[in-house]
């Protein structure tokens, strides 16, 4: 049973910076895609990031691609996501999730879902 847990959310300010960390257990890591998605209030999930399993390849939803960057440390079995230049429009749960099949951007691909870190970034 894989299980993932978030951390590193809070609140900010506008231009400021905040590092997400994803702890994956119980499955095997480095076969599996990794991506972070968010929700904000009143809104649908949407896709944020992913990582590929061999960590050479990465998609980012159009509004981030630039500012954020995600990563993966298989020794570790941790997925990151580096987010700048945050803007009040990125203040959302942010969830990790795992695909066995190589989800991209399609949420319905991904096997398994962490509990969520909120972030806020205030203007």
């Known amino acids: 049973q894989v299980r993932l847990v978030e951390s590193g959310g809070g609140v900010v300010q506008a231009g400021g910076s905040l590092r997400l960390t994803c702890q994956y257990s119980g499955g095997t890591f480095k076969t599996d895609t990794m991506a972070w998605f968010r929700q904000a209030p009143g809104k649908d999930r949407e896709f944020v990031a992913t990582?590929?399993?061999?960590?050479?390849?990465?998609y980012y939803k159009d509004s981030v691609e630039g500012r954020f960057t995600i990563s993966r440390d298989d020794d570790k079995t941790t997925v990151y996501l580096e987010m700048t230049s945050l803007k009040p429009e990125d203040t959302a749960g942010y969830y990790c999730?795992?695909?066995?099949?190589?989800?991209?951007?399609?949420?319905?691909?991904?096997?398994?879902w962490g509990q969520g870190t909120q972030v806020t970034v205030s203007s």
């Open positions: 990582i590929l399993w061999h960590g050479q390849t990465t």
């Open positions: 999730a795992a695909s066995r099949f190589g989800g991209l951007d399609t949420e319905k691909f991904y096997d398994d």
